[in-house]
């Protein structure tokens, strides 16, 4: 199946711990996102990549590291876990189109629980 | 003022009806407004996609843009159980690879058969 796939899909953690979020694209996609869907819904952007270019950074905690070894996967992680931590992660990605549109296809989410 | 104004709902309507979901916006500069349908504990699916102002039909989704109020709509006809979810708008300017989706807060919408 071509898609945007995230591994694990549920991750339940104490404070304090370091933990990683893998994400794949296999659809020959060249930028990739991480959002982070918060307990009222609200999805917003944290990092995007651009063939491994880094090229967004909101105003995230520097406790979160982006790392991005090809074109096809991002991974997220994350240091000394907090409480506030606690969200739905969802990976997407695109592909860089003349005329500069922005059409993104969501991964499944992972689910990040800290307790 | 947020940057994307969406009724979170929810919404709830009768099968078969036609059902309207709307946001509005601050910024100008976005060109790019998209719609997004996400079940409970799924992924995004993008429905509508729009360059600028117009109307886009697909099946029984019309997507409209109106650029001079700021305004976007997704209007749903014959409506089905199965469209039962949170409906997402975006947009984003025009720019770069990497430039990022401004999520409304989704409306919820409920059709019961």
């Known amino acids: 199946d071509t898609a945007v796939s995230q591994t694990p899909k549920y991750l339940v953690t104490q404070m304090g711990n370091d933990k990683s979020i893998k994400c794949e694209q296999n659809?020959?996609?060249?930028?990739m996102y991480w959002y982070k869907q918060d307990s009222k819904k609200f999805l917003k952007i944290m990092f995007s990549?651009?063939?491994?270019?880094?090229?967004i950074n909101e105003t995230v905690p520097n406790r979160f590291s982006p790392k991005s070894p090809d074109k096809a996967h991002l991974n997220l992680h994350i240091n000394s876990l907090e409480l506030g931590d606690s969200a739905v992660y969802f990976c997407?990605?695109?592909?860089?189109?003349?005329?500069?549109?922005?059409?993104?296809?969501f991964g499944p989410g992972t689910r990040l629980t800290v307790l | 003022q947020k940057e994307v104004e969406q009724d979170p709902g929810p919404l709830s309507v009768p099968e078969g009806a036609i059902v309207s979901l709307n946001c509005t916006y601050s910024?100008?500069?976005?060109?790019?407004f998209m719609w997004y349908r996400q079940y409970s504990r799924k992924g995004p699916e993008l429905l509508m996609y729009?360059?600028?102002?117009g109307n886009k039909e697909d099946g029984r989704f019309t997507a409209q843009v109106d650029k001079s109020s700021k305004y976007i709509s997704l209007f749903i006809r014959d409506s089905q159980p199965s469209d039962s979810a949170t409906y997402l708008c975006?947009?984003?300017?025009?720019?770069?690879?990497?430039?990022?989706?401004?999520f409304g807060k989704g409306t919820t919408l409920s059709v019961s058969s």
């Open positions: 975006a947009m984003s300017k025009w720019g770069q690879a990497g430039t990022a989706l401004i």
């Open positions: 997407a990605s695109s592909l860089r189109r003349a005329g500069g549109s922005n059409e993104q296809f």
């Open positions: 990549y651009n063939n491994k270019e880094l090229i």
């Open positions: 729009t360059y600028s102002s």
């Open positions: 910024n100008s500069a976005f060109q790019y």
């Open positions: 659809l020959g996609h060249d930028t």
